[in-house]
């Protein structure tokens, strides 16, 4: 072949179109590369994107049903913190009535007591009153009777008489306090 003829041949051949067997082997392999990418590759990164997906919006379901749950929580919290604060106020309460009650109680039993005191105080000042009057009156009585034996000289021993005669002076003693204690009025 000459120069000439090489020249003619290379001419004929474009750089831009390939040759027929090429374009044959080439489409043959770009058909078996896409088949491979489409039975094997394509469905795993198709599960992988379903995957990511299914986590996606599976993990928003969950944050959404955990701040359901959250908010619930919160709100079941609250109704038992407004409760135990209104148990709190009731047993608070329930104390101040116990207490005041229990404070009347006390003055009335202390009312009680004072007057069972007071009372007692004056039965026992009566009782000392009437014993003193008693023994005061035995002293008198024996005085007056032994003034009396020495200023009439004779023995007034006789007891009853003694007595008798006590007895009316210190009476009337008496009769004339009362009236002045009634006119001091």
Known sequence: MSIAAQFAAEEKMNP???AWPEIIIGLLCFFIVFGLLGKKILPSIEKVLAERRDAIEGGMERAEAAQNEAQALLEQYRGELAEARHEAARI???????GAAQLVGMREEGQRQR????AAGHAQIEADKKQATAALRQDVGSLATQLASRIVGESLEDQARQSGVVDRFLDELEAKAAVAQGAAK
Request: aromatic residues 0%.
């Open 16 to 18: 831009l179109l390939p």
């Open 115 to 118: 007057e069972a005191i007071v």
């Open 92 to 98: 608070v309460e329930q104390a101040r009535e116990q």
